[in-house]
Nanobody
Framework: QVQLVESGGGLVQAGGSLRLSCAAS????????MGWFRQAPGKEREFVATNNWNGGTAYADSVKGRFTISRDNAKNTVYLQMNSLKPEDTAVYYCAAEVVLRLFDTRLRVRADDYHSWGQGTQVTVSS
C-alpha cells in the first residue's frame, strides 16, 4: 500500500488561491494514477481531479478552469493548484493513489473505488 501525506490546506478568502501537495511513498511513483477528492460536511466524498501515469488528466465540472493537477515524478509528489476559490470549495481534500500495473492502461480514474491508497486529508476553508 502506498503511503500518502497531504499538505497545503488552510483558510483563504473567496477568490484566493491555495496549492495542495501530496507526497507518496514507493519507488514506482511514475506508474501511479493520482487523484484528488473532497468531502464537505454532511456530503459524500466527490471527485475533484486525476492525473494518470502518462500525464492524462480529468477534472470535475465544478472545478474545471480553476484547478490544475500536476505531478513531479522526481519528488514523488502530486499537486493541486486551486485558483478563484469559492466558499463551496470548502471541504477536506484527500489525495489518492493507485498503482497502474498494466503497461497500456491509460484509463482516467474518477471514482473513489478506483483507488486503494488514501491520505489523511487536509482542510480547505474558503470564507466569503
Amino acid at each position: 500500500q502506498v503511503q500518502l501525506v497531504e499538505s497545503g490546506g488552510g483558510l483563504v478568502q473567496a477568490g484566493g488561491s491555495l496549492r495542495l501537495s501530496c507526497a507518496a511513498s514507493g519507488r514506482t511513483f511514475s506508474r501511479y494514477a493520482m487523484g484528488w477528492f473532497r468531502q464537505a460536511p454532511g456530503k459524500e466524498r466527490e471527485f475533484v481531479a486525476t492525473n494518470n501515469w502518462n500525464g492524462g488528466t480529468a477534472y470535475a465540472d465544478s472545478v474545471k478552469g480553476r484547478f490544475t493537477i500536476s505531478r513531479d515524478n522526481a519528488k514523488n509528489t502530486v499537486y493541486l493548484q486551486m485558483n478563484s476559490l469559492k466558499p463551496e470549495d470548502t471541504a477536506v481534500y484527500y489525495c489518492a493513489a493507485e498503482v497502474v500495473l498494466r503497461l497500456f492502461d491509460t484509463r482516467l480514474r474518477v471514482r473513489a473505488d478506483d483507488y486503494h491508497s488514501w491520505g489523511q486529508g487536509t482542510q480547505v476553508t474558503v470564507s466569503s
